[in-house]
């Protein structure tokens, strides 16, 4: 995988990671963005990160830019840190890919960087070093800020009477998790601490994993797990039978607690939203938190004062306005977020008496499923939708249904006429190409991931 970078950030190979490349695109960045006079600085849990750190704090140093180096944290937690201070962060980590691979996540003073910074950067790539100069000091009170945050706003009550399992593998969010959960009222029982980085995919977990959270729930008498991604941007939440309940189904339930009124959110994501009438906008975008982004930055625009919110399918969720809380105010946090849309539907859920479950039951039946094929260059892809995009015929020949609507807002999402979706795109940082499903069935939704996922191996592999 040879480095890629884009609004997601920088991703490559470890061994690709040079510290003269990752220097290369601290200064560019330092550079073309505006960084408030200083510079937030965290890391993942990926063996390589501490020395990729170790090389953006010479950079930024060299550059005259002040480091406030916070250590292993949440991303959301360094943005939150960052964003209070109106100050610049990087973020070292690869997120949910393989412990051979990492990268860099990059925040200006007011958020995630956007395409037109993203064009900024890559003009100011090959500077020189200013060999200046700047202060470097820790701060571990970013991460406490995080989970004051959430303690402030749901109160010590929210969670009581819940067992819930942290599941912690290599989440950066692992203990904060636990702390969390315990502040909030709630029993908490960690599993599967691993001394080892496991790429840990939200959107996709494998069947092995599944079957460990049913059988964690059943052997813990668990009301719940959750766990996050490797940086902790994507949550993970099983009900009390370990079954996960979708990203863009916590995003639903989440906007529904917190009063939202308008959603912003990928194509991709479950069409429910449409028949659930407490939203009276919906905005939908190409997958990424860059368009989700400002899809609600338009939104606002509009109407300054318009509880907004946007989410992906992959469960990071994005606060555009300031929420109440069950017992205080949430302010808001435009970047992808792990903690809110696993403690608002959990919340949520506990104060009405009853479990995860039959609060998702509750809500109009449309499900989804996703996979992916690995390994796949996005070039690859793209060629063979681009194919199928031109042709009637070679859709008919791929899909083999009758179609009713195409959309390529982002790859190609083709509606079929009895109302099921199949949807097809190349992952925008990583060497995938990701197959999404909807129907009014679960397993059927399941069904057509693996058909289409066997018919794309055939196609591409």
Not at 103 to 109: M, N
Not at 143 to 163: H, N
Not at 272 to 299: C, D, K, N, Q
Not at 313 to 340: H, I, K, S, W, Y
Request: with cysteine.
């Amino acid at each position: 995988m040879a480095p890629k970078f884009g609004t997601s950030g920088l991703r490559g190979l470890v061994t690709e990671l040079s510290d003269d490349l990752v220097a290369d695109y601290t200064r560019a960045f330092l550079s073309a963005c505006p960084h408030g006079s200083a510079l937030h600085l965290g890391r993942d849990l990926r063996p390589s990160s501490p020395d990729i750190a170790k090389a953006v704090i010479r950079t930024a140093l060299a550059e005259g830019v002040p480091v406030i180096d916070c250590g292993a944290l949440p991303t959301p937690a360094l943005a939150l840190s960052s964003l209070a201070a109106g100050q610049a962060a990087i973020m070292v980590t690869g997120s949910h890919i393989p412990a051979d691979r990492n990268g860099l996540k990059f925040y200006v003073p007011t958020g995630e960087i956007t395409k037109q910074d993203e064009q900024a950067i890559q003009a100011n790539l090959g500077r020189n070093s200013a060999a200046l100069m700047a202060k470097y000091t820790k701060d571990s009170a970013a991460g406490a800020a995080y989970i004051t945050r959430y303690v402030s706003g749901f109160g010590p009550r929210a969670l009581a009477g819940l067992r819930i399992g942290v599941y912690q593998h290599s989440s950066v969010a692992r203990d904060l998790m636990v702390d969390v959960v315990q502040s909030l009222g709630g029993e908490v029982v960690p599993l599967a601490r691993s001394d080892s980085f496991i790429p840990v995919d939200t959107e996709a977990l494998d069947p092995n994993t599944q079957a460990l959270l049913a059988g964690w729930c059943l052997e813990h008498r668990l009301n719940a797990v959750i766990s996050t991604d490797g940086d902790a941007d994507r949550p993970m939440l099983a009900d009390e039978t370990g079954r996960i309940v979708p990203g863009d189904v916590l995003g639903a339930l989440t906007a529904r607690t917190l009063g939202a009124q308008s959603l912003c959110t990928p194509i991709s994501s479950n069409s429910m939203i449409h028949h659930m009438p407490e939203f009276s906008e919906i905005h939908l975008t190409r997958i990424g938190s860059p368009y989700v982004i400002a899809a609600m930055e338009a939104a606002l625009a509009d109407t300054p004062e318009t509880p907004v919110v946007g989410y992906e399918a992959n469960g990071g969720f994005l606060l555009g306005f300031e929420a109440q809380g069950p017992v205080g105010p949430l302010a808001p946090l435009m970047t992808r977020d792990c903690l809110l849309p696993i403690l608002a539907p959990l919340a949520a859920a506990n104060k009405m008496g009853q479990g995860l479950a039959q609060l998702v039951t509750n809500l109009p039946p449309r499900f989804t499923a996703a996979d992916r094929i690995s390994d796949i260059e996005a070039n690859t892809s793209q060629a063979f939708l681009s194919k199928l995009t031109a042709s009637a015929s070679a859709r008919k020949a791929f899909f083999g249904n009758i179609e009713t609507d195409i959309d390529v807002t982002d790859g190609l999402r083709v509606t079929f006429s009895n109302g099921e979706i199949v949807h097809i795109r190349p992952s925008g940082n990583a060497p995938e190409c990701r197959c999404y499903a909807e129907a009014d069935q679960a397993d059927r939704a399941m069904h057509l991931v693996t058909v289409y996922l066997a018919k794309l191996s055939a196609e591409l592999i």
